[in-house]
């Protein structure tokens, strides 16, 4: 149970993603297009009075986890963190890419195996949640030289973890942003510190980083949009081998977001692709040319629609869109990553004149069903029964909002 009187309060909140075009055609350096999902992730740290050694109380219900750690062992064994191979100076939090990554995470390994002996009984994702708090948590204070004192840290997540939707990085955005916004209401040197403002471009631009040294630890070598995506919202452009972009547009799609219930596995999915590539490479390299010429053309599409102007072309853009969602889905269906549960809902779609793309990695997984500003609510509430007879989750929501948000 938490206890204790309250010492500093912070709430923070961010989305998960979606990938809107270039799934499987990045892998082979095209443009991916990912947007902020309406659905988000929130976390609570409370520093609080306590009697008694100093401890961390960890509650994250999403992944079934409830820990008690205690904080003197964390300061002794983790405080510190060395900078990388060949980097020169002291290591400061505004550096995360300049922390020794594997030499941090080794040392945050060896302490969780002595603090929690059961440690190795634990599911996968409730080792990378304390692996990621501790790495977080360590490298943010660990060169402030700031007192620590007992903390509560409470999530939730309107996301479905291992779904494809960012969950992972919107958790880690959170947590980032949370502890240095902590951080900076109890250091000194913010005594006037404006409680009620929001993230500048440049916390958020740490923050992202953070969040992608624990999308490492999740996910071994990630490409980075999904952090930047949580914590920048909107739209982020990627291309492989370099870093994503914030694109400046202001998006407000409305979609039905459908879970259809089938796992699937994204390693297994992309070996597939390649298999196939490998037999009929000339064609299957004509299917990612398409893909990065939808990619490029949607965001020009989004562009003008976020643009406001020219109202009177509202219809036919998104009349445009719909057709790039369309072709999308098509093109990925012929790489073999669709699924007849996401082809009963592309046709439940069809059916309204609705467009429906698979998101993601495909072979199930999540589709998304495009609804224009014009599209009348009983049509919309027509697809969404007869989704919900079919046995799949629906949630109407929206893509494109805010990314990291302080709450009040």
């Known amino acids: 149970m ?46 609080v009075h306590s009697t008694g050694d100093p401890t961390v109380n960890i509650h994250l219900p999403c992944v079934d986890l409830q820990e008690t750690l205690p904080l003197k062992p964390m300061v002794e064994a983790l405080f510190n963190p060395q900078l990388s191979p060949n980097v020169t100076g002291k290591f400061s939090w505004r550096l995360p890419d300049k922390l020794n990554h594997e030499k941090h995470l080794r040392k945050v390994e060896d302490l969780l195996h002595i603090i929690k002996p059961n440690f190795d009984t634990l599911q996968n994702n409730q080792k990378n949640s304390l692996r990621s708090f501790l790495y977080l948590f360590s490298g943010i204070y660990g060169s402030t030289h700031l007192p620590v004192k007992s903390m509560n840290i409470s999530m939730g997540s309107e996301l479905t973890i291992g779904a494809g939707t960012g969950s992972s990085a919107s958790f880690a955005v959170c ?188 072979g199930g997984g999540y589709a998304m069903v495009l609804i224009p500003p014009s599209t009348p609510r009983s049509t919309v509430d027509s697809l969404a029964g007869q989704l919900l007879e079919h046995g799949f989750r629906v949630t109407e929501t929206r893509l494109g909002g805010p990314g990291i948000t302080l709450e009040m």
């Open 2 to 47: 938490f206890n204790g009187m309250d010492l500093y309060t912070v709430s923070v909140s961010a989305p998960g993603k979606v990938i809107l075009h270039g799934e499987h055609s990045v892998v082979y350096g095209k443009t991916a297009i990912a947007v902020s999902l309406g659905l988000r992730s929130s976390i609570v740290i409370k520093e």
């Open 175 to 362: 947590l980032a942003g949370a502890l240095i916004r902590l951080m900076k209401l109890k250091s000194a040197s913010y005594d006037y510190y404006d409680q009620s403002e929001d993230f500048t471009m440049t916390e958020k631009e740490i923050i992202s980083e953070w969040a992608y040294n624990c999308e490492r630890i999740m996910h071994g070598s990630p490409s980075g949009i999904d952090n930047a995506t949580c914590t920048f919202g909107s739209m982020v452009s990627f291309k492989k081998g370099g870093k994503p972009r914030v694109l400046n547009i202001r998006l407000n799609l409305r979609v039905l977001l459908v879970d259809s219930r089938v796992s699937r596995e994204t390693r297994a999915l992309v070996v597939k692709v390649a298999a196939l590539r490998q037999r009929n490479m000339g064609a299957v390299d004509h299917i990612m040319e398409a893909c990065d010429h939808l990619a490029h053309t949607a965001t020009q599409v989004l562009e003008k629609i976020s643009s406001g102007k020219c109202e009177s072309d509202t219809e036919s853009d998104y009349q445009h869109l719909a057709e790039l969602w369309e072709m999308n889905h098509c093109l990925l269906a012929a790489l073999g990553v669709s699924h007849p549960a996401l082809e009963t809902i592309r046709s439940a779609a069809r059916e309204r004149s609705l467009a429906c793309k698979l998101t993601g990695a495909g």
